[in-house]
């Protein structure tokens, strides 16, 4: 086994799941909910999260002793802010490999975008995947229509988590659609559900999900804008048993 294999494998738990809180809404300013990030990141440390999605700029929030337990997935494209007229057109990989290294992440994630003229983030995309896998970092991708409004559509989460994984993704964060389950057969690595706007029926979507084949969940808003986020963290965790 090498080492790329090895640190895939350490991303999922003893249940083979993976169910990390997304801080990574850079894009949006300040976020309600993560007016605070470090206070939350904190409050969180001894709950069954395994882990936390973060941005460069707060990754050595991790460095706390009562954090070190927990996996950091760093994100490393951005596609501007939501007050760009083309936010999801193009999200090009900022972090290097030896970043990702330094700051100690055990994956890392980065938007890949289907739709108009893709190809210019999907080779972005394929050319940093090889770089992370040179020094056997980990990928996530996270699928992404060029018209936001289309990005729950079952073809471009079915498709698109089938390019990213045959073009090197070791992992896919895919947004819930129906027939949800034909996004995990046809993709070739474990499938993670990205949580999306705040919703009030999450966990009826988390468990239809993992019915559905998910490995687990990549959930923000839902998370850190409840009005409880340790309670959604621990109903979210039973559903793994």
Known sequence: MNGLKRNIAKLFNDRNKLFVLAMDHAQC?????????????KSLSDSPIDGFILNVGLA???GHGELLNKKLILRTSFGGSMM???YSNVHTNHVSPETALRL???AVLMMFVMGGADYRSIQ???AAIDAYHYYGI???AEILCDDLSKTNSPEIQMNGARVAAELGADVVKAFYTENFNKVTENCPV???????PKGSDIIDIARNALN??????????????SSNPAEVIRQLDTLFD
């Open 212 to 225: 559905d084949g998910a490995k687990g969940f990549a959930f923000g808003r839902n998370i850190f804008q």
């Open 190 to 196: 474990p499938v993670i559900l990205a949580g999306g």
């Open 124 to 126: 972005d995309a394929a």
């Open 84 to 86: 760009s007229t083309e």
């Open 138 to 140: 980990p990928v996530i």
């Open 104 to 106: 100690g992440a055990d």
């Open 60 to 62: 050595d929030r991790m």
């Open 29 to 41: 300013g300040v976020s309600e909910g993560l007016e605070k990030p470090d206070l939350l990141l």
